[in-house]
Protein backbone atom coordinates (compact mmCIF):
# COMPACT_ATOMS: atom_id res chain seq x y z
CA UNK A 1 0.00 0.00 0.00
CA UNK A 2 1.03 3.61 -0.96
CA UNK A 3 1.27 6.07 2.39
CA UNK A 4 0.57 8.71 0.27
CA UNK A 5 -3.36 7.07 -1.08
CA UNK A 6 -6.48 8.30 0.05
CA UNK A 7 -7.62 5.40 2.16
CA UNK A 8 -11.38 5.89 0.32
CA UNK A 9 -9.45 5.69 -3.27
CA UNK A 10 -8.18 2.32 -1.04
CA UNK A 11 -11.85 1.34 0.29
CA UNK A 12 -13.18 1.54 -3.41
CA UNK A 13 -10.34 -0.89 -4.61
CA UNK A 14 -11.71 -2.97 -1.83
CA UNK A 15 -14.91 -3.07 -2.99
CA UNK A 16 -14.61 -3.61 -6.36
CA UNK A 17 -12.48 -6.12 -6.22
CA UNK A 18 -13.83 -7.81 -3.56
CA UNK A 19 -10.19 -8.14 -2.09
CA UNK A 20 -9.82 -7.46 1.58
CA UNK A 21 -6.17 -7.46 1.44
CA UNK A 22 -5.25 -4.35 1.74
CA UNK A 23 -8.07 -2.99 4.22
CA UNK A 24 -6.27 -4.26 7.83
CA UNK A 25 -3.32 -2.49 6.24
CA UNK A 26 -5.24 1.38 5.96
CA UNK A 27 -6.54 0.62 9.31
CA UNK A 28 -4.84 2.81 11.96
CA UNK A 29 -4.27 0.83 15.96
CA UNK A 30 -6.72 3.69 17.35
CA UNK A 31 -9.59 2.36 14.95
CA UNK A 32 -13.35 2.20 15.91
CA UNK A 33 -15.93 0.44 13.91
CA UNK A 34 -19.63 1.75 14.77
CA UNK A 35 -22.39 -0.48 13.61
CA UNK A 36 -25.76 0.43 12.62
CA UNK A 37 -27.07 -2.35 14.82
CA UNK A 38 -24.79 -2.53 18.48
CA UNK A 39 -24.37 1.55 19.56
CA UNK A 40 -20.93 -0.16 21.43
CA UNK A 41 -18.01 0.59 19.24
CA UNK A 42 -15.62 -2.48 18.33
CA UNK A 43 -11.97 -1.83 18.04
CA UNK A 44 -10.00 -2.67 14.99
CA UNK A 45 -9.65 -6.35 14.93
CA UNK A 46 -13.13 -6.79 15.60
CA UNK A 47 -13.94 -4.45 13.33
CA UNK A 48 -11.84 -5.74 10.76
CA UNK A 49 -13.96 -8.97 11.21
CA UNK A 50 -17.49 -7.22 11.15
CA UNK A 51 -15.79 -5.63 7.79
CA UNK A 52 -15.09 -8.77 6.16
CA UNK A 53 -18.66 -9.72 7.10
CA UNK A 54 -19.93 -6.83 5.80
CA UNK A 55 -18.49 -7.68 2.57
CA UNK A 56 -19.99 -11.31 2.62
CA UNK A 57 -23.32 -9.27 3.10
CA UNK A 58 -23.40 -6.25 1.08
CA UNK A 59 -21.44 -6.70 -1.75
CA UNK A 60 -24.10 -8.36 -4.08
CA UNK A 61 -24.44 -7.63 -7.94
CA UNK A 62 -26.63 -4.43 -7.35
CA UNK A 63 -24.63 -2.61 -4.67
CA UNK A 64 -23.22 0.76 -5.53
CA UNK A 65 -22.41 4.04 -3.84
CA UNK A 66 -24.81 6.85 -5.30
CA UNK A 67 -22.82 9.70 -3.56
CA UNK A 68 -19.64 10.31 -2.06
CA UNK A 69 -19.03 13.69 0.12
CA UNK A 70 -15.18 13.58 0.58
CA UNK A 71 -13.44 16.37 2.43
CA UNK A 72 -9.83 16.62 4.42
CA UNK A 73 -9.70 13.72 6.85
CA UNK A 74 -13.17 12.51 6.58
CA UNK A 75 -15.95 11.03 3.71
CA UNK A 76 -19.39 10.38 3.95
CA UNK A 77 -20.75 7.49 1.16
CA UNK A 78 -24.33 7.10 0.18
CA UNK A 79 -24.86 3.71 -0.59
CA UNK A 80 -28.10 1.45 -1.98
CA UNK A 81 -28.51 -2.44 -2.41
CA UNK A 82 -30.97 -4.91 -2.33
CA UNK A 83 -30.78 -7.64 0.43
CA UNK A 84 -32.99 -10.68 1.17
CA UNK A 85 -35.65 -8.60 -1.20
CA UNK A 86 -35.23 -5.49 0.60
CA UNK A 87 -34.11 -2.21 -0.47
CA UNK A 88 -31.33 -1.05 1.45
CA UNK A 89 -30.02 2.56 1.59
CA UNK A 90 -27.48 3.93 4.02
CA UNK A 91 -24.28 5.62 4.62
CA UNK A 92 -20.67 5.01 5.19
CA UNK A 93 -19.15 7.72 7.61
CA UNK A 94 -15.05 8.11 7.56
CA UNK A 95 -12.40 9.85 9.34
CA UNK A 96 -9.17 9.06 9.19
CA UNK A 97 -5.57 10.46 10.59
CA UNK A 98 -2.66 12.22 8.75
CA UNK A 99 -0.84 9.16 7.93
CA UNK A 100 -4.22 7.82 5.93
CA UNK A 101 -5.14 5.42 8.17
CA UNK A 102 -8.81 4.77 8.94
CA UNK A 103 -9.61 6.12 12.37
CA UNK A 104 -13.71 5.74 12.75
CA UNK A 105 -15.87 4.15 10.33
CA UNK A 106 -19.86 4.58 10.95
CA UNK A 107 -22.58 2.78 9.32
CA UNK A 108 -26.20 4.04 8.98
CA UNK A 109 -29.23 1.99 7.44
CA UNK A 110 -32.18 3.54 6.73
CA UNK A 111 -35.23 1.77 7.35
CA UNK A 112 -35.89 -0.34 10.29
CA UNK A 113 -36.99 -2.87 7.50
CA UNK A 114 -33.84 -2.66 5.73
CA UNK A 115 -31.50 -2.86 9.18
CA UNK A 116 -33.61 -6.09 9.96
CA UNK A 117 -32.47 -7.58 6.76
CA UNK A 118 -28.95 -6.41 7.40
CA UNK A 119 -29.26 -7.91 10.62
CA UNK A 120 -29.82 -11.08 9.65
CA UNK A 121 -26.90 -10.89 6.97
CA UNK A 122 -24.19 -9.90 9.12
CA UNK A 123 -25.09 -12.64 11.70
CA UNK A 124 -25.30 -15.09 9.12
CA UNK A 125 -21.69 -14.11 7.94
CA UNK A 126 -20.10 -13.01 11.36
CA UNK A 127 -20.70 -17.02 12.40
CA UNK A 128 -18.87 -18.01 9.57
CA UNK A 129 -15.00 -18.29 11.17
CA UNK A 130 -13.74 -19.01 7.58
CA UNK A 131 -13.94 -15.43 6.73
CA UNK A 132 -11.78 -14.02 9.23
CA UNK A 133 -9.40 -16.87 10.05
Known sequence: MHATA????????????NDPSELYCIL?????????????????YMGYIYL?????????SDFKYTR?????GQAVLEFECTM???TVNGIDMFKWNADNKLTEMKVMIRTEK???????????????????R
Request: proline share 5%; hydrophobic share 40%.
Open 6 to 17: NPIEIWHKTILD
Open 28 to 44: DDSFQFYSPAVFKSKEK
Open 52 to 60: LAASQSFLT
Open 68 to 72: EIIDE
Open 84 to 86: GGV
Open 114 to 132: ALEAVKQEMTKNLSRPELW
